[in-house]
Nanobody, 126 residues
């Protein structure tokens, strides 16, 4: 069974940065495509960024392109989300997700993912 544990959330001022981490365990990390989603109260879970199992492909929602970077360290079984130039509208609970897929494909729909972390709160003050 895959377990995902997010960390790195917190409170940051607008324009600031945070680096989220998601520790993966229970299966072979390199066989899984990974992604970050976010959710605010009363709204559906929103795709933020994805990375293929090989790390060769990434994908971002338009609102974070140029500000956020997803990466993975297969030696550490960890996926990261570096968030720069943050805005108040980035405030949300951020979730890490994993999908069994040994390929260069990235996936943007939450329905595609098999496993989820518990989430970490990110708050950006204006």
């Amino acid at each position: 069974q895959v377990q995902l544990v997010e960390s790195g959330g917190g409170l940051v001022q607008a324009g600031g940065s945070l680096n989220l981490s998601c520790a993966f365990s229970g299966r072979t990390f390199i066989w899984y495509a990974m992604a970050w989603f976010r959710q605010t109260a009363g709204k559906e879970r929103e795709f933020v960024a994805a990375i293929s199992s090989t790390g060769g492909s990434t994908n971002y929602v338009g609102s974070v392109k140029g500000r956020f970077t997803i990466s993975r360290d297969n030696a550490k079984n960890t996926v990261y989300l570096q968030m720069n130039s943050m805005k108040p509208e980035d405030t949300a609970v951020y979730y890490c997700a994993a999908k069994f897929s040994f390929s260069r494909i990235t996936y943007v729909s939450p329905d595609e993912y098999d496993y989820w972390g518990q989430g970490t709160q990110v708050t950006v003050s204006s």
